[in-house]
T-cell receptor, first 111, second 114 residues
Framework: EPEVTQTPSHQVTQMGQEVILRCVPI?????FYWYRQILGQKVEFLVS????????KSEIFDDQFSVERPDGSNFTLKIRSTKLEDSAMYFC?????????FGPGTRLTVT | GESVGLHLPTLSVQEGDNSIINCAYS??????FIWYKQESGKGPQFIID?????DKRQGQRVTVLLNKTVKHLSLQIAATQPGDSAVYFC?????????????FGKGTLLTVNP
């Protein structure tokens, strides 16, 4: 069964640095998403992306965040200037419609 | 609002028993519901979904029940196995409103004792 893949599995960065998290969605999927999960908490919606534009974003997804689909296969999440509170697991997901399939996540640690 | 934190509801069962995990949802306009399983250090794994025009849906060893009157969702796992040990999340979506934002519940930790 095809899977969503994410790289890197773990990213450590210093506060104020930019990070790019990468995802390869399932190939025939049209909708792409980013979620995050702070340790011990719920999975939280960040943003959805369809037809090369953001469909919806949460209040968490402020100007420090951006998403891009630079080519036909990758989907990226950029955090411009990381803060300590950005430390979390970041999950990419994709779907045709529903259900959405999640990747294994990238653990982001901001020091 | 719903509180979040380190303290998940827990359910401990013996291998071979049936498990029932419950979820209360808040948005009466939600019309699509999913159960995900999350093992430690991994992403949410799709288990089963149900739309609001149904009350029950069955998969392999799993059944989801939906009670829209009381806004309650349950996941039944038959003959629970040690590999079923994980955190189980329900998630809801209002496809008539936002088709994109899937809202997750707090999760239930299921522990299966051999």
């Amino acid at each position: 069964e095809p899977e969503v893949t994410q790289t890197p599995s773990h990213q450590v960065t210093q506060m104020g640095q930019e990070v790019i998290l990468r995802c390869v969605p399932i190939s025939n999927h049209l909708y792409f998403y980013w979620y995050r999960q702070i340790l011990g908490q719920k999975v939280e919606f960040l943003v959805s992306f369809y037809n090369n534009e953001i469909s919806e974003k949460s209040e968490i997804f402020d100007d420090q965040f951006s998403v891009e689909r630079p080519d036909g296969s990758n989907f990226t999440l950029k955090i411009r200037s990381t803060k300590l509170e950005d430390s979390a697991m970041y999950f990419c997901a994709s779907s045709e419609l529903d259900p959405r399939r999640f990747g294994p996540g990238t653990r982001l640690t901001v020091t | 609002g719903e509180s979040v934190g380190l303290h998940l509801p827990t359910l401990s069962v013996q291998e071979g028993d049936n498990s029932i995990i419950n979820c209360a949802y808040s948005n009466s306009a939600s019309d699509y519901f999913i159960w995900y399983k999350q093992e430690s250090g991994k992403g949410p794994q799709f288990i089963i979904d149900i739309r609001s025009n149904m009350d029950k849906r069955q998969g392999q060893r799993v059944t989801v029940l939906l009670n829209k009157t009381v806004k309650h969702l349950s996941l039944q796992i038959a003959a629970t196995q040690p590999g079923d040990s994980a955190v189980y999340f329900c998630a809801e979506n209002n496809s008539g409103g936002s088709n994109y934002k899937l809202t997750f519940g707090k999760g239930t930790l299921l522990t299966v004792n051999p």
